[in-house]
């Protein structure tokens, strides 16, 4: 096999060792923030054909902008920003009747309550149309309900098992303003001969109400209240099932050993822990981690939009602190929070290790350092 000769590779290691310092002079000249806003920024390989340079850029694109007293360069989205909705410091109004405001492609909009609408299309009244109980707009802006049809909890008309009394459903059989009848109230009567005083004349045992049952207007126990031992016109109602261990929520459901019976639930199910009250599960709860009262520590009322963007945690008893998406905690101090915005901070674009050359000011838009082609739009400000 025939060799190349010493002489033949002199001058491909020679024009290797050029390539070299050209790349290594390069890459010194760009991390210089004196010269740094005239060099490329990087060079990506096109393959067969020829490599596409780039260059820093300040011109923030849309529809980013830098506002005045928002933290950063090109950190304000025009297009969602409420105080900064389609242009810097057009903030869109905090509350409106039966609704919010939301910045929707650069324009406030009403963003409507449930069973509410906008339909008269202005922004000055809100939503102020009630569309579960317009029979104009009944469920929806312009739906109509036929002449003396009422509109209720947004549909047409009384579903099966409800008629109409004025402008409600209702079901007879169980309203005690309906009772039977539309406009029958139930109430104690008035003759004490009446067959429905069934403990005798005007005899209400402990813990009774008059209560609609079946059409009718009947003597029962109050609510939370049960005649657990049979003698309703003995002792009445005797039993409160809210708190009753041995009648908990019903007669003979009793609580195991150890549990508590609160609002008729027997507390605490295997697996949680009564803390002051509330069943909870020490594995998971960041207000209760490893045991009752032990709270992990960190902002808990960060959102997405500011600094400490996370929320602490408790992972098999043990507290930590979990970021949103899109945010670092960039200086390991958990005090903070996630302080780091990855997709605007110039010191951590995209990543904790990764900054923008601070020099030319160049901003950190996506998770990305701005970068343009150096061929378009002219020299670098």
């Known amino acids: 096999m025939n060799l190349p000769s010493l002489s033949r590779l002199a001058p491909l290691a020679a024009f290797g060792v050029l390539s070299l310092s050209l790349h290594s002079a390069c890459a010194r000249s760009v991390s210089s923030e004196a010269d740094a806003d005239s060099l490329p920024v990087f060079a990506t390989d096109a393959g067969d054909g020829p490599s596409q340079i780039y260059c820093i850029s300040t011109d923030c ?18 297009s969602n920003d409420v105080d900064h909705c389609g242009t810097c410091d057009e903030r869109c109004p905090t509350k409106a009747t039966n609704g919010s405001f939301v910045c929707n ?19 000055s009244d809100g939503c102020e149309t009630p569309t579960d109980s317009d029979p104009a707009n009944c469920g929806a802006c312009g739906n109509a309900c036929k002449e003396g049809v009422s509109c209720w909890r947004g549909a047409c008309g009384c579903p099966n098992g409800y008629v109409q009394c004025a402008a409600e459903c209702v079901k007879l059989d169980s309203d005690n303003l309906n009772c039977g009848a539309c406009g029958n109230v139930c109430k104690a009567p008035a003759d004490p001969a009446d067959p429905a005083w069934k403990c005798g004349p005007a005899v209400s045992p402990a813990h009774t ?19 657990c031992n049979n003698d309703f016109c003995g002792d009445g109602c005797e039993k409160l099932l ?9 007669c003979g459901h009793k609580c195991e050993l150890g549990q508590s019976c609160d609002s ?6 295997a697996g949680t822990t009564n803390c002051n009250g509330n069943c909870v599960d020490v594995n998971v709860d960041a207000r209760n ?35 949103y998406p899109g945010f670092a905690d960039c200086d390991g101090n958990v005090e903070n929070g996630c302080e780091a915005n990855l997709s605007t901070d110039p010191l951590h674009c995209g990543s904790c290790t990764t900054p923008c050359p601070l020099g030319p000011g160049q901003p950190c838009v996506t998770g990305k350092c701005l970068t343009r082609d150096c061929d378009a739009g002219g020299p670098v400000k």
Request: glycine share 14%; hydrophobic share 25%.
């Open 105 to 123: 492609a650069g324009q406030c909009r009403v963003v409507c309550d449930a069973l509410t609408a906008d339909c008269n299309h202005s922004a």
């Open 289 to 323: 981690c490893g045991g009752c009262g032990i709270t992990c520590p960190g902002p808990a009322n960060a959102s997405p939009r500011h600094p400490g963007g996370g929320s602490p945690a408790c992972v098999a008893g043990e507290c930590s602190y979990v970021c």
């Open 61 to 78: 694109p849309a529809p980013y902008a830098t506002c005045p007293g928002e933290r950063g360069i090109c950190t304000t989205n025009l």
């Open 242 to 250: 809210g708190n009753d261990p041995d009648n908990c929520g019903a």
């Open 209 to 227: 109400k008059w209560q609609c049952m079946t059409a009718s207007c009947d003597l029962t126990c109050a609510p939370g209240f049960a005649d």
């Open 264 to 269: 008729g639930t027997c507390l605490c199910p």
